[in-house]
């Protein structure tokens, strides 16, 4: 079965500091890959994914990640971190006919000033 | 924005009661996702319907937990007696399985005291 690896469960990093959270999957089939984010005492939100065509996708919000099927990761970066963008932060893999959603374990961003 | 609506969105129940938690998704979405919540598991899937059809639900306790969907507007996960251990919160997501634009959302709070 496939699944997800979060390294870190927590990064701190203080404000406009660069940033990557890592995420590795297992599935050596074609997989498609999501980050979502979770602020909160709310819901998880979609914040990027990979299906297929560029390795490097990009969300509104100044967020990018990179599919590296030679390294099986999924590594989500910002070049400049905000205080608005502490968060908890889940990679996520759907393999197969069945597409069924599985997460990793999460990553808690802390921004300071 | 269209949404995905949980009700209710707290619950505080006595171990041994039935709960029912609801979710409608959104209009048109044919897969629907049932999580679950906690610090020690973070989240784990516990059903998964394609077009009203439950694909996998391995992942739910079977004895007490069951889950449905009796119309295309309307998922339910019951547990039926509830235990302390149930105590998490509960999230529906759903989504087109081409896109795979999954939208969750906000969750229901269960406490069994």
């Known amino acids: 079965a496939q699944s997800v690896t979060q390294l870190d469960s927590q990064v701190p990093v203080f404000e406009e500091a660069p940033v990557e959270l890592r995420c590795n999957y297992s599935?050596?089939?074609?997989?498609?890959l999501f980050w979502y984010v979770q602020y909160p005492n709310q819901g998880l939100q979609l914040l990027l994914k990979?299906?297929?065509?560029?390795?490097l996708v990009e969300s509104i919000n100044g967020f990018e990640a990179e599919f590296n099927k030679s390294q099986t990761s999924f590594h989500l970066r910002k070049p400049s971190v905000h205080i608005s963008d502490t968060a908890e932060y889940f990679c996520?893999?759907?393999?197969?006919?069945?597409?069924?959603?599985?997460f990793g374990t999460g990553t808690r961003l802390l921004v300071s000033p | 924005d269209a949404r995905v609506t949980q009700t209710p969105r707290h619950k505080v129940t006595e171990m041994g009661q039935e709960v029912t938690m609801r979710c409608q998704p959104i209009l048109g979405h044919n897969t629907v996702f049932w999580y679950r919540q906690t610090m020690m598991q973070g989240l784990e899937l516990l059903a998964y319907f394609r077009n009203r059809a439950p694909l996998d639900d391995s992942g739910m306790p079977k004895d007490r937990f069951s889950a449905e969907m009796p119309d295309a507007t309307l998922a339910t996960l019951k547990i039926q007696p509830s235990e302390p251990r149930d105590s998490a919160v509960y999230f529906c997501?759903?989504?087109?399985?081409?896109?795979?634009?999954?939208?969750f959302g906000s969750g229901t709070r269960l406490t069994v005291v």
């Open positions: 997501a759903s989504g087109l399985v081409h896109d795979r634009n999954y939208t």
């Open positions: 990979y299906l297929s065509g560029s390795t």
């Open positions: 996520a893999v759907t393999q197969g006919g069945f597409q069924k959603l599985v």
């Open positions: 599935s050596s089939v074609s997989v498609y």
